[in-house]
């Protein structure tokens, strides 16, 4: 689907270390314009640490992320601004904030208005906080949480929460959305709607990214899958190249990735 020379993200040779050990190795992904492609590997394969090479929360020990063509520097919230925006493994929000709150705290780095004026509350204060306001409540009804809006996050079920997390990034306007497990912790139906509304969010013009234990889910979405093992990536492809990789049939425990049975969907947090 990439047909601009340029691709929205670029991932090159990206190897992170810990001490000694090699969490990521050596590596390269791309996502082009309007793609939804899939990170999958065994627990511990380093996917979560790649998301957070990508995201600035780890400065890479070598290599390079370009977004749109420019070199990203590894600050989250630099990140944030130049258009990528990501949930996270272990659901991060703000517990005792209510749902609507929640969002315009993601909205934040889109907001021109700065301390003084939010101080003096000016004019241009009230303009910039009923803009977000509009768009935070447009979000939740996107998400399906418009009647939650006044709830404390810390009261929405499991799920309700994901959703949220997913509202919250899309607040700050991104041109790219990793998920990081985004149905980790819901029931059957849930997850088939997390899939509608990933392929909503990718018909609103955002590029995904998804690391997902649920094969299913995978390869239901993805236009290409990238699989990590040890840190390294092994194999990326279509369903069937995938699915038909010794070294993939190998890393999950000798078990092969049969038709749309979820050979792994066990999720550990
Ligand atoms: N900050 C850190 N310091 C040291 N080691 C780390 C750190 N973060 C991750 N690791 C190690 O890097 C490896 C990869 O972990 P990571 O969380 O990226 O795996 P994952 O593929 O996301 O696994 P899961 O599917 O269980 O979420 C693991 O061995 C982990 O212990
Ligand atoms: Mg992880």
Same mark, same amino acid.
């Given at each position: 689907m990439t047909t601009t020379a340029t691709p929205l993200l670029e991932v090159t040779g990206v190897t992170m270390r810990f001490g000694g050990l090699t969490a990521v190795n050596d590596v390269s992904l791309t996502v082009g314009e309007g793609e939804i492609i899939g990170l999958i590997g065994p627990n511990g394969a380093g996917k979560t640490t790649f998301f957070n090479c990508l995201t600035g929360l780890y400065v890479p020990t070598e290599g390079a992320v370009r977004y749109r063509g420019t070199l990203l520097p590894p600050r989250p919230h630099l990140v944030t601004q130049a258009g990528i925006a990501r949930t996270f493994q272990n659901i991060r929000l703000f517990a005792n904030m209510t749902v609507l709150e929640n969002v315009l705290v993601g909205r934040h780095s889109r907001t021109k208005e700065g301390i003084f004026s939010a101080i003096l509350r000016g004019p241009g204060y009230h303009r910039a906080e009923a803009e977000s306001r509009e768009k935070a409540m447009e979000l939740l009804a996107f998400t399906g949480l418009a009647d939650k809006?006044?709830? +404390?996050?810390?009261? +929405?079920p499991y799920g309700e929460q994901r959703k949220l997390e997913i509202a919250r990034a899309l607040a700050s306007d991104p041109g790219l959305l990793l998920l990081d497990?985004?149905?980790?912790?819901?029931n059957p139906q849930e997850t088939r709607a997390a899939e509608e509304l990933v392929f909503a969010i990718r018909d609103r013009g955002v590029s995904i990214l998804v690391i997902e234990h649920d094969m299913r889910f995978i390869f239901n979405l993805c236009d290409r899958t990238a699989v990590l093992v040890q840190g390294q990536k092994i194999v990326e492809g279509d369903r069937e190249t995938v699915q038909n990789d010794e070294r993939v049939i190998t890393a999950y425990l000798g078990a092969p990735l049969e038709?749309?049975?979820?050979a792994v969907t066990e999720t550990d947090q």
């Open positions: 809006a006044d709830h +404390l996050a810390r009261n +929405l497990e985004p149905t980790a912790g819901m038709g749309t049975t979820p």
